[in-house]
């Protein structure tokens, strides 16, 4: 069989000189769609930003074609980035609605290394009892990230990913979107 895992359309623009903003719209991820934007404001030198995402999604057929299920919810975060002063380490601080409609807040620590390699550590508080979550409603995990420019003699926009979550349920899930303006707006 063959199964569409993600397709989808984006634009991103810079509106002004701390201004940027996109909007993306398909397949986002294997059990998500729908479409979204997401506006960031970033002074050039300084090392914070704020961004705004908003998004509409609905759930996928398990069978991953272009087809949907009934259920469908509006997400979206206010997250403020910090790059620290140690050893340049990017903070991140989300507060919103997640895709199981519940609400909370995500803390990520990333360092990403001279190579392009990234390590991620996230936590995550939301308003689902312990009860339906499992381990209260606290959520965390590591992410590991390497190009593929490690290990090529050219130059390869992909990357592999690791991630290690000790349990993968519906609370503070977020949506995989396309566009991610922070990672697309660098600073030297």
Request: net charge positive; aromatic share 14%; no cysteine.
């Amino acid at each position: 069989r063959v199964t569409l895992d993600n397709l989808s359309l984006s634009k991103s623009e810079r509106l002004g000189r701390d201004w940027y903003a996109a909007v993306y719209g398909g397949m986002f991820e294997p059990m998500f769609g729908g479409v979204g934007g997401e506006v960031l404001y970033r002074r050039p030198g300084t090392p914070w930003a704020v961004s705004v995402d908003v998004n509409h999604v609905k759930q996928r057929v398990f069978e991953q074609n272009l087809q949907f299920q009934d259920y469908a919810v509006n997400t979206g975060h206010l997250t403020g980035h910090w790059i620290t002063p140690w050893q340049g380490v990017h903070a991140a601080l989300s507060v919103g609605q997640y895709l199981a409609k519940d609400r909370g807040a995500t803390l990520s620590m990333t360092k990403t290394f001279a190579n392009g390699s990234s390590i991620t550590g996230f936590a995550s508080k939301t308003n689902v009892p312990a009860a339906v979550f499992g381990e209260g409603s606290f959520d965390k995990g590591i992410l590991w990230t390497i190009p593929f420019d490690a290990f090529l003699t050219s130059s390869s926009r992909f990357n592999a990913g690791f991630g290690w979550r000790p349990l993968i349920r519906d609370g503070a899930a977020k949506v995989q979107r396309p566009v991610d303006l922070f990672a697309e707006t660098v600073w030297v």
